[in-house]
């Protein structure tokens, strides 16, 4: 097994509400696992073709438990549903040592972390992070009723209660959150953290820019993704693995190289985690990710397998 997998067990099983599980995980041996920083998350390994990827929303100074919280998605891909019908106390299982695409920075003097729905679980670790810390924050929770929220109780008796901001739309009138106000008069080095729904996110984001936040000021961690599918075949040649495939029109490039024998690691399929980023050696990318960066993507060195494709007629790849 790969340096960079761990076995581990679950340990423990809690359902907050009827869609949403929380699942701690613990070493095999009761050993500490590796370290993490909030806003990092691991790699399930559900089956030899199925790998998805989740927040880590335990506190980080606890290396005993990497804690978990999981929405049954009705239009899951299998991830979701094979962790809430499968994943039982007692259950073993391969997971990716922490990875972090999604940092705290530690130049804000001040962090606001949004959380909408299940995006509430890197802002938990998040929360308790910076407690720990002694930094300014505060935690806004934004549900559509109590009864659909997880992790309500700990929230509410956490070291940081009193940061926490809860806004359910049934106890609203079905109205949003007043983000105006949320974001009005924040002190100049101020940065928002957001993870949620893609709607939602989108409308943190523009509404932060609107507020005078700096891009770089805005950090998200998209969940899913509307990916634009298909497109014109084009030709692929795997430098590294001598071999040349056609990605035909309603194909990825990941799907086209793994069926010719070349291995791609994959993830989230959707162009969010960076997973299957690979250097393009020649060619131009059309990127089709919100993995990269604006000026990433300009650079055209590299691109995501699961969902980019390309302008032009052939792809070298570094793979």
């Known amino acids: 097994m790969s340096d960079e997998l761990l076995k581990v067990v679950v340990q423990k099983r809690e ?106 679980t890197p802002m938990i670790a998040m929360a308790y992070e910076l407690t720990h810390a002694g930094r300014s924050f505060e935690l806004w929770y934004c549900s559509r009723s109590p009864e659909t929220s997880g992790f309500l109780d700990e929230l509410k008796s956490a070291p940081f209660a009193d940061k926490v901001n809860l806004h359910f739309d049934s106890e609203q009138g079905g109205k949003p959150l007043n983000l105006d106000s949320v974001l009005q008069d924040k002190q100049s080095n101020s940065h928002v953290y957001v993870c949620g729904p893609t709607g939602f996110m989108e409308w943190v984001i523009d509404t932060s820019l609107k507020k005078g936040f700096a891009d770089e000021a805005i950090h998200r961690e998209f969940f899913t993704v509307d990916v634009e599918k298909g497109g014109n ?73 699961c969902c980019s494709r390309s302008l032009s007629d052939r792809l070298v790849l570094d793979i």
Do not use: W
């Open 15 to 120: 359902m907050h509400t009827d869609t949403v599980v929380a699942l701690e995980l613990a070493d095999l041996e009761g050993n500490a696992l590796p370290v993490f920083d909030a806003g990092a998350h691991i790699d399930l390994h559900l089956s030899d073709e199925l790998i998805r990827q989740y927040s880590l929303c335990g506190d980080p100074a606890n290396d005993k438990v990497y804690r978990l919280g999981v929405l049954k998605d009705p239009n899951s891909r299998g991830g979701s549903i094979a962790v809430h019908e499968n994943l039982l106390e007692g259950k073993e299982l391969v997971v990716s040592k922490p990875r972090n695409l999604f940092p705290l920075d530690e130049g804000a003097q001040h962090s606001i972390l949004i959380g909408g729905g299940i995006g509430i």
């Open 233 to 305: 075949s084009f030709e692929v040649y795997a430098e590294q693995s001598d071999i040349t495939v056609t990605v035909k029109e309603d194909e990825s490039v990941a799907d086209a190289l793994k069926a010719a024998g070349v291995k791609v690691q994959v993830s989230c399929e959707q162009g969010t985690c960076g997973t299957c980023l690979c250097d393009v050696l020649e060619g131009t990318p059309e990127h089709r990710d919100v993995y990269l960066t604006d000026d990433e993507k300009d650079d055209n060195d590299q691109m995501t397998l």
